[in-house]
């Protein structure tokens, strides 16, 4: 016999998962008051790594029914929803998703919206890839030096290759230049570099 589940997620202390409950009972789903697993847990964690959903996942069963009011209550991208979803389905788990129209996500027509779904993520992340890379290209090409800023000033790092010269110690030139000992040796380093060629 089929048992139903509900997964009801939020980001914040101060939000709670009552609304998503009482969204799954006016979609027309009785869910167990012990069935209904909430958490507080941001949604950029994967759901494999959130607590309540692993123990979730070893209470559920082969033909159990777990509803979920919107498809990122599951995952954290289209992708790691994509991969619960199909754990789920070689389970036997059927999902339900109520911002889909209730569509089982594990019959033909969920995994053609799953399928949509995936492919609009990877057409999203291209994009953002092709972004980035133009602007970096364009940021070259106007002569902007890309990535941190240096530690150290070209004036400051003169002075402390003075300092070290003169016997100061890496840890106190860190101190007084209020950074790390790593960017006091990358600047000895640069300099060494310089000198070589």
Do not use: W
Not at 12 to 36: L, P, S, Y
Not at 45 to 54: D, K
């Amino acid at each position: 016999m089929s048992r139903t589940f509900a997964y009801c997620r939020v980001s914040t202390a101060d939000q709670v998962t009552e609304n998503q409950v009482q969204e799954i009972a006016a979609a027309g789903f009785t869910v167990d008051k012990m069935r209904i697993v909430a958490e507080t847990i941001s949604g950029s964690v994967a759901a494999s790594e959130r607590p309540q959903f692993a123990k979730l996942l070893d209470r559920l069963e082969s033909d159990d029914v777990l509803i979920v009011t919107k498809l990122d209550r599951l995952g954290r991208n289209a992708m790691d929803v994509r991969q619960t979803v199909e754990r789920l389905a070689k389970i036997g788990i059927r999902v339900h998703c109520l911002a889909l129209g209730g569509v089982d996500l594990c019959s033909a027509a969920g995994r053609l919206t799953m399928g949509v779904i995936a492919a609009v993520a990877e057409f999203e992340r291209d994009l953002l890839i092709e972004r980035t890379q133009a602007g970096l290209a364009r940021a070259r090409t106007q002569g902007k030096k890309l990535g941190r800023r240096p530690a150290l000033t070209p004036a400051e790092q003169g002075e402390a290759l003075q300092k070290l010269a003169a016997g100061i110690t890496i840890a106190q030139l860190a101190r007084d230049y209020g950074t790390t000992r790593q960017s006091i040796i990358r600047a000895r380093q640069r300099a060494t570099d310089e000198n070589a060629a």
